[in-house]
């Protein structure tokens, strides 16, 4: 399975990006999917996850309200609309997936996925 992430760059505070990311698996409705971001000298978070059990989505605390995730099965992309972005939204913006028969906040946790992008910068500063 590989994951291509593009859609990254810098933008003002206020801002918005739409991060997007190419999955090339044939069972890919099957799949969960997330967005994890790691900043300097932190570690990697889970940002927004969508299940391929049920089609539910979760977010982080601190990006709910501002991000969405969304996924198009046919086209085998996930994305990630990214509005009001602040400067603690900086950071390398990761794509993963697996086959996660299940739902709920666990899909945040990055030890569920197996799969990952190369990563996008995201950076956000006047």
């Known amino acids: 399975v590989h994951l291509v992430e593009s859609g990254g760059g810098s933008v003002q505070p206020g801002g918005s990006l739409r991060l997007s990311c190419a999955v090339s698996e044939f069972t890919f409705d099957r799949y969960a999917t997330a967005w994890f971001r790691q900043a300097p000298g932190k570690e990697r978070e889970g940002v927004s996850a969508f299940s391929g059990y049920d089609g539910s989505t979760y977010y982080a605390d601190s990006v709910k309200g501002r991000f969405t995730i969304s996924r198009d099965n046919a086209k085998k992309m996930v994305y990630l609309q990214m509005n009001s972005l602040k400067p603690e939204d900086t950071a390398v913006y990761y794509c993963?997936?697996?086959?996660?028969?299940?739902?709920?906040?666990?899909?945040?946790?990055?030890?569920?996925?197996?799969?990952w992008g190369q990563g996008t910068q995201v950076t956000v500063s006047s």
């Open positions: 993963a997936t697996d086959r996660v028969e299940t739902t709920g906040r666990g899909l945040l946790r990055s030890l569920l996925y197996d799969y």
